[in-house]
């Protein structure tokens, strides 16, 4: 089947507490990087019509000046490129942001602490994407302890939870007692955290781990693993690019392939600016990996 045939469908589907997504989604960090807005729009909406129905994003997803340290001119935020292009929101729209951080033109990077700060993130992106109520919130964790216990953070998102602005909640770049640290307050639906086929495969057993609880893990930078923010690298590790070579498909399909076969509650949220990679990551949703294939990957 030609790629641009493949919609995310063919990844089959995970539910997020009570919302069912296709297990291959798509991820708006690297669309702000484009200068051109319009092109940035197309590409969210063929994100859509290829069956794309789980996107990642984040208030912080803003260029120039925040994450992706490119481009000039007025800042485009990825939340708003998102309200722009899909509003008003195909019903089966799931759509997951983080808290904990953000960015201001003025003081840069900021991290959110406190109730107070978290329900102002929570309201800017409900403000950005134009929605009453976040489909899916992860609680994204800096690299020190953070100036709140984990545990009132959390409860504070619990309790706006309860208030209706959030629907689910999740936890991203969490360590496995980070989880049981707040179980009970309130159900965590999905980790995200950086994994990926060479990429910090001592979580594996964390992998595991959430898919016997019935937690999506949802791996950032699938693709680009250590290449993080500034994308791919050019060298795609020699298993990889074999078995690329042997099902005639690119490196980074592989990837994702791999992404995939980690579970039926791996799901994959590929970023590109690029509508042609972003047809083949789609495509990845179809790429059987064998038994064999899989051992080379390990
Ligand atoms: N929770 C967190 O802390 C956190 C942190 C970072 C990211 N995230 C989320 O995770 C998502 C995924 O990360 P990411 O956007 O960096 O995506 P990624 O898919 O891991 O990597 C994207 C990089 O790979 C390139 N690429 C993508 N598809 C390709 C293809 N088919 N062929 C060749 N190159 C390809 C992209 O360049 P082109 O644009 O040229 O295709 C870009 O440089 C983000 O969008 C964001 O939503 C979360």
Same mark, same amino acid.
């Given at each position: 089947m030609p790629t641009d045939e493949i919609t995310a469908a063919a990844a089959g589907t995970w539910t997020l507490g009570d919302r069912t997504v296709h297990r291959m989604g798509f991820g708006s960090m690297r669309i702000t990087a484009n200068p051109d807005r319009d092109r940035a729009v197309a590409l969210l909406r063929r994100a859509v019509d290829l069956g794309v129905n789980h996107i990642d994003t984040a208030a912080?997803?803003?260029? /120039? $000046? $925040?994450?992706?340290q490119v481009g000039s001119g007025p800042p485009r935020y990825a939340t708003e490129l998102i309200r722009v292009a899909l509003? /008003?929101?195909?019903?089966d729209l799931v759509i997951a942001t983080k808290v904990g951080f953000g960015y201001d033109p003025v003081a840069g990077f900021t991290e959110a602490f406190t109730p107070a700060q978290l329900r102002a993130q929570v309201e800017e992106n409900l403000r950005r994407l134009g929605r009453d109520q976040l489909d899916v919130v992860n609680l994204r964790l800096g690299r020190g302890p953070g100036a709140v216990p984990l545990v009132d953070r959390f409860g504070a998102l619990a309790e706006l939870r309860a208030a209706g602005l959030i629907r689910h909640l999740g936890l991203s770049n969490v360590r496995p007692e980070q989880l049981d640290e707040v179980a009970g307050i309130a159900p965590v639906v999905c980790v995200q955290n950086n994994y990926g086929v060479d990429a910090y495969r001592e979580q594996d057993e964390f992998v595991r781990v959430c898919g016997e609880r019935g937690i999506a893990y949802v791996p950032f930078f699938a693709v680009a693993g250590t290449g993080r923010e500034s994308g791919a690298s050019g060298v795609q590790g020699e298993a990889v690019e074999a078995v690329a070579r042997a099902h005639g498909v690119t490196p980074q399909q592989v990837r994702l392939a791999w992404t995939l076969h980690q579970g039926p509650h791996v799901l994959a949220i590929p970023g590109t600016a690029n509508p042609d990679h972003l047809a083949q990551n789609i495509a990845a949703a179809a790429l059987p990996l064998t038994p064999q294939d899989l051992t080379d990957l390990t």
């Amino acid at each position: 089947m030609p790629t641009d045939e493949i919609t995310a469908a063919a990844a089959g589907t995970w539910t997020l507490g009570d919302r069912t997504v296709h297990r291959m989604g798509f991820g708006s960090m690297r669309i702000t990087a484009n200068p051109d807005r319009d092109r940035a729009v197309a590409l969210l909406r063929r994100a859509v019509d290829l069956g794309v129905n789980h996107i990642d994003t984040a208030a912080f997803y803003v260029s /120039p $000046g $925040g994450t992706l340290q490119v481009g000039s001119g007025p800042p485009r935020y990825a939340t708003e490129l998102i309200r722009v292009a899909l509003a /008003p929101y195909p019903e089966d729209l799931v759509i997951a942001t983080k808290v904990g951080f953000g960015y201001d033109p003025v003081a840069g990077f900021t991290e959110a602490f406190t109730p107070a700060q978290l329900r102002a993130q929570v309201e800017e992106n409900l403000r950005r994407l134009g929605r009453d109520q976040l489909d899916v919130v992860n609680l994204r964790l800096g690299r020190g302890p953070g100036a709140v216990p984990l545990v009132d953070r959390f409860g504070a998102l619990a309790e706006l939870r309860a208030a209706g602005l959030i629907r689910h909640l999740g936890l991203s770049n969490v360590r496995p007692e980070q989880l049981d640290e707040v179980a009970g307050i309130a159900p965590v639906v999905c980790v995200q955290n950086n994994y990926g086929v060479d990429a910090y495969r001592e979580q594996d057993e964390f992998v595991r781990v959430c898919g016997e609880r019935g937690i999506a893990y949802v791996p950032f930078f699938a693709v680009a693993g250590t290449g993080r923010e500034s994308g791919a690298s050019g060298v795609q590790g020699e298993a990889v690019e074999a078995v690329a070579r042997a099902h005639g498909v690119t490196p980074q399909q592989v990837r994702l392939a791999w992404t995939l076969h980690q579970g039926p509650h791996v799901l994959a949220i590929p970023g590109t600016a690029n509508p042609d990679h972003l047809a083949q990551n789609i495509a990845a949703a179809a790429l059987p990996l064998t038994p064999q294939d899989l051992t080379d990957l390990t």
